[in-house]
């Protein structure tokens, strides 16, 4: 109940169109995924710090939030804090004019949620803004989004947010094997583009989909979509920040505010969306997206973000035949073989016959002979020997790889880890300096438990570095523990993978998915069709139920509807009776009938039926002897109150509704006031509650009902004979 | 001068995120940018145009490094460099006839502190290269006696003289900065007007009747045909769309809305159409020194089909399009590959750019150049300000326009590299 009253007054300042025009565009980059897919490297280096293409993915994001016209980027660090802040500090962006980046420290926030609410109370954000994590790459133009969400906020308040969401092909198999992620459905309004049904984890579902059928009574049409990829990237209005405090339970950005907001109807918040056609956005979510991306970068499908135009940093990258990407002062051997789509960093070493193929290499890397490198991510200052063997791998700094070992597909080896002489690393492991922590569950529902010891960074730090917080002697100490691990003068653990996960490790791995799986995926998918068409030839097992269920809750829903008018037009008018025993001003009256009408899910028409009745109720029970006292009565409280009724009477609609209603006071409740009908008629009539119009469509609307319906009609026939001419008159 | 520097940073970030569209305004800009450098850069009492060339070269080799596509920033640089030059010649000149001629011996034995045996030698090789350079078309045209600049191209010259004689000094080198102002104002305005100045040539090139063919888009092409119009003269144009920006769509909107008899057709049907054409009238990047010309990509297919049909090929560039270095120096990046959106839609082609099957190398490749080279045998003529130029007449033009000292300009930029 908080929210609407917290942004009530905002919204009012927000709506002045100087006022909008005045505050810069700002953004929210939170620079923490609160996920631990990244591990084990994000134990040593945030997530946004990683090099995506040699270059640190907040680059990507500032960037382009800088070339979309974003003045105000707040930095929300939580994870290694100080590590994004210095870097920050000591970044191009500092110096840049109109572009001012701000960080935001947090060591206790565990969620989305937690960071936002954080901001919220920090108080900075005093317009819309954008709403992205440090990991999202894209080149769209924010001009038309914005402006289409400013639009829509001026017509309707209630659209607090614009979901940014990119056309992908439609097939569960792609995306798995381009991002990794799960199937994502949406249902969308197809005019009004807003979103409707929000779905990620399609695959839990086993191939079913469940719709509120109330989304089919309150619009005309719907969408499905399983084509499209979300973007990641939100504009946002700020009563989201407010919407976020009030609901302290909300986490995850989209599992549960999004999904929070579609299924609560009673604020009637709306997410709406926005496709983009041509350019390019996406959100690096684990290490395949980080593949795919990568690629695409190198492919230019991210222009202008690509090496050799935005970055060239200290020293600049030229672009060669066939997407390979080098920068100067790299000694390429004669008779290595550098194959297509490569980036070598600077002072990079390639001795002979070596293959680089599909790969990224980072500065300063020492590479030597007879090395196969196919489809990995080398990051800089590694040393390769000969002879060694990289297949779909993630090598991070300072790694040295001995002569002759070779990493199989899926390999992650985390900072400073020393591969012994010929030891052959095993498929999808991840090696580290540091220990596996003991708390192992990254289960989907676990996943907020261990969030917390991840982003609690110290937390985490602590239960890591203990064993090795010293120097040498545990060093020496953990030397000896790897000798066996990982060959003859290796240093790093193997991480365990326990055994639930090791079937999941391939989704979410750089290697390409293996054959096997992928037939694996295909095959389910072609179950899942004949299920569906089982399904399509014998309705009688499921079919039959549904239609059944849906009418029984039809019928309830009936009742509880008739229950919840007269329920709120008890409330409505002990409401009004309150509000005239103690004076309170009008505006305040409306105030608390909407949050009633909001409660009980009403309409304004429901609304000025309410009032009315309450109004007459008053009337009569007011002292009075005869009809004319009565009638005064009746034009006292009405002049008094004309205000509260008036603002719930936009349209003719709802005078109509009104009318309406009075002859239902007539005929039930307060009989006494039916000889009275015409003149009240014509009283509000004169008041100018009521409408000409209003009046005729009642009256026309009353022409083919039944002759005991007609009561009222005929007896404000003079009356209505007036206003004719009277219209008459006036052509 | 904070705020200068705040300037060429704000510039170089335009640069760099490609936010300038088009040849001219990337001139204009540079040009301003650099009148501002000049006009804040405090300059010494000795060597004045020294400390003027280096604050220029400085600023010029970031901003070349911050989009090498745009060889127009280069050449604007250079410009400007050619600029500081001729006015501390034309300066040292008037002072010397003002001083007499004692003074020019007075140079040889004179022991000034920055007239090094170092200095002096480069100067001696500046001069040489002047002698050895041929007369400028303008010089042999104006009938200056050449051979008096000659020993003073340097600006050791001008120290001496400088130190001889204080009290002019001082309104020396005010007076450098100002001509220098004077003449970058011109050349923005030149650069400002040089769509006038080529349109103006255009009823002497387009007769009644004839069919003009050209792709893509450039102003220059659209004032030029519109500059023909408005001269009575009827014809017709056929504009290629120019794939895969499509911004011949564009001009042919443009030259409707001026009332130009027009045809769309597509990049490939060029060929088919080529016979019906009387002229092919294109725009260009930039025109290189050997008279090749860079021009949005498809162009080089115009010319060929061109000179198939032997049909004449007109290229319009400004005089800020010209480059003084050839297509085959190693700094000379041709081409700008950008983003394949503008080819595929993503969404469609997405489960082609999959990385998870197989090897994890997509067989699809998308590549989007954006120009094009013409070689200067494809190209019958260039229209510029100064009126047409065969391809061969280029390097002449560049000689008008540049002083051969500032190719060094490049090279620094690629010691560095």
Request: aromatic share 6%; hydrophobic share 40%; net charge negative.
């Amino acid at each position: 109940m908080g929210a609407p009253k917290k942004s009530a007054p905002k919204t009012s300042s927000s709506d002045d169109p100087e006022e909008l025009a005045r505050v810069p565009l700002q953004a929210v980059l939170l620079a923490d995924s609160f996920t631990t897919k990244f591990r084990p490297i994000t134990l040593e280096r945030p997530k946004v710090l990683l090099p995506l293409v040699n270059v640190p993915m907040i680059e990507y994001a500032l960037a382009w939030l800088e070339s979309a016209g974003v003045e105000e980027v707040f930095v929300f660090c939580c994870a290694h804090a100080k590590q994004v802040t210095t870097y920050i500090e000591n970044s191009q962006w500092r110096s840049q004019p109109n572009f001012t980046v701000t960080t935001i420290e947090s060591h206790n926030s565990i969620s989305a949620g937690d960071a936002l609410r954080l901001i919220y109370e920090r108080n900075v954000i005093h317009g819309d803004f954008v709403l992205i994590s440090g990991d999202t790459l894209s080149n769209m133009s924010l001009v038309r989004a914005l402006q289409d969400h400013k639009d829509r906020r001026k017509k309707d308040s209630n659209a607090v947010m614009t979901m940014i969401i990119k056309h992908s092909k439609p097939s569960s198999a792609t995306h798995q094997s381009r991002l990794g992620t799960e199937e994502l459905f949406m249902a969308i309004d197809p005019t009004t583009k807003q979103l409707l049904y929000y779905e990620e984890n399609a695959n839990h579902l086993k191939g079913t989909l469940s719709l509120d059928k109330m989304l089919l009574v309150d619009n005309s049409s719907i969408t499905l979509h399983n084509d499209m990829q979300d973007c990641y990237i939100d504009i946002c209005s700020p009563e989201v920040l407010s919407l976020f405090t009030d609901n302290f339970d909300y986490q995850h950005l989209r599992r549960h505010f999004v999904k929070g907001l579609l299924v609560d109807d009673i604020m009637g918040y709306k997410i709406l969306t926005h496709e983009i056609h041509s350019s390019y956005a996406a959100r690096i979510d684990n290490y395949r997206s980080y593949d795919t991306i990568s690629k695409d970068i190198i492919q230019r499908w991210t222009y202008p973000l690509v090496p050799d135009v935005l970055f060239p940093g200290d020293s600049p990258t030229r672009l060669d035949r066939q997407g390979m990407y080098c920068a100067s002062e790299i000694q390429l051997s004669r008779s290595a073989k550098v194959g297509p789509l490569i980036v070598i960093g600077s002072s990079t070493v390639v001795g002979s016959n070596t293959t680089v193929v599909n790969s990224v290499i980072g500065k300063g890397c020492i590479i030597g002979s007879n090395v196969l490198i196919e489809g990995s991510y080398v990051w800089d200052n590694v040393v390769i020997e000969d002879g060694c063997e990289l297949r779909h791998a993630i090598v991070c700094d300072g790694v040295i790889m001995k002569s002759g070992s070779r990493l199989e597909p899926g390999v992650v080896l985390s900072f400073k880890v020393v591969i012994g002489p010929n030891f052959v690393v095993p498929p999808y492991s991840k090696v580290s300096l540091h220990q596996q922590p003991t708390v192992e569950d990254s289960d989907e529902e676990l996943e907020y438990a261990e969030n917390s010891s991840d982003t609690i960074h110290s937390s985490t730090r602590g239960q890591v570095d203990k064993p090795n917080g010293g120097s040498s002697s545990d060093l020496s100490e953990m030397q000896q523990q790897s000798i066996p691990e990982l060959g003859l003068g290796g240093m790093g653990y193997i991480w365990s993978i326990c055994e639930g996960c090791h079937e999941e490790e391939w989704k979410h791995s750089v290697a390409p998915i293996p054959p096997e799986k992928l037939t694996e995926i295909t095959r389910a998918i072609e179950d899942d069709l004949d299920l569906a068409n089982m399904d399509r030839n014998a309705p009688a097992s499921s079919g039959e139920l549904k239609p059944d269920t849906q009418v029984d809750s039809e019928d309830d829903e009936n009742e509880d509807s008739r229950d919840d008018s007269t329920y709120f037009e008890k409330e409505v008018e002990a409401t009004f009776l309150r509000a005239v025993n103690e004076n309170i001003k009008v505006d305040h009256v409306i105030l608390e009938v909407n949050s009633l009408r909001l409660s009980y899910n009403m309409q304004s028409v429901d609304c000025a039926g309410a009032i009315f009745y309450s109004m007459m109720r008053l009337a009569s029970q007011l002292s009075h002897s005869t009809a004319s006292e009565l009638y005064k009565n009746v034009g006292s409280v009405v002049s008094k109150w004309q205000k509260l009724l008036k603002s719930y009477l936009p349209g003719k609609d709802e005078e109509i509704e009104v009318i309406l209603k009075f002859e239902e006071i007539c005929l039930e409740s307060v009989k006494e006031l039916s000889p009275l009908f015409t003149q009240i008629l014509h009283f509000l009539y004169d008041k100018e509650i009521l409408s000409e119009e209003a009046i005729q469509d009642w009256e026309t609307e009353k022409a083919d009902a039944d002759e005991s319906d007609k009561v009222f009609v005929k007896q404000a026939e003079k009356f209505l004979q007036w206003l004719r001419e009277a219209s008459e008159e006036e052509e | 001068m904070p705020d200068v520097q705040s300037l060429v940073n704000e510039f170089i970030l335009k640069l760099k995120k490609r936010k300038i569209e088009g040849s001219q305004a990337t001139a204009r800009q540079t040009a301003v940018l650099l009148r501002s450098v000049i006009s804040q850069q405090r300059i010494p009492y000795t060597s004045q145009a020294a400390a003027l060339i280096d604050a220029v070269r400085a600023v010029g080799e970031q901003l070349i490094a911050a989009n090498p596509i745009e060889l127009a920033v280069g050449n604007i640089v250079r410009r400007v460099l050619h600029i500081i030059r001729e006015e501390d010649l034309s300066l040292t000149t008037a002072a010397i006839e003002g001083l007499n001629v004692s003074s020019v011996s007075d140079d040889d034995g004179d022991t000034d502190k920055d007239d090094t045996p170092g200095l002096s030698a480069a100067a001696l090789a500046a001069a040489a290269r002047s002698t050895l350079r041929p007369p400028s078309l303008q010089t042999l045209l104006e009938d200056l006696p050449d051979s008096s600049a000659i020993p003073h191209t340097s600006s050791s010259g001008g120290d001496s003289d400088g130190k001889s004689k204080s009290a002019d000094k001082s309104t020396r080198s005010r007076k450098l900065k100002h001509d220098v102002i004077e003449a970058i104002n011109e050349l923005i305005q030149d650069i400002d007007t040089c769509h006038d100045q080529i349109a103006e040539q255009a009823v002497e090139h387009i007769h009644h009747n004839e069919v003009i063919l050209t792709l893509g888009s450039s102003k220059t092409v659209l004032e030029f045909l519109c500059a023909a119009k408005e001269k009575k003269r009827s014809f017709r144009v056929f504009v290629a769309e120019g794939a895969p920006r499509y911004q011949g769509h564009l001009l042919a909107k443009e030259l409707v809305a001026r009332g130009l008899q027009t045809t769309l057709i597509t990049d490939s049907a060029v060929f088919a159409m080529i016979s019906r054409v009387n002229m092919v009238i294109v725009g260009a990047h930039v025109v290189m020194a050997n008279g090749g010309v860079i021009a949005p990509v498809g162009l080089n297919m115009v010319a060929l089909a061109a000179q198939r049909h032997a049909v004449p090929f007109v290229v319009l560039a400004g005089c800020h399009k010209l480059c003084p270095l050839y297509p085959h120096n190693p700094e000379v990046l041709l081409n700008e590959l950008r983003s394949p959106s503008e080819l595929l839609d993503f969404g469609e082609f997405s489960d082609c750019m999959d990385f998870g099957y197989g090897t994890g190398t997509p067989l699809l490749h998308v590549v989007n150049p954006t120009f094009d080279y013409v070689p200067p045998k494809l190209v019958s003529l260039f229209i510029t300000e100064t009126g047409g130029h065969d391809p061969s007449y280029m390097y002449r033009l560049i000689a008008d326009y540049y002083s051969a000292d500032d190719l060094v300009l490049q090279r620094k930029v690629a010691s560095v590299k």
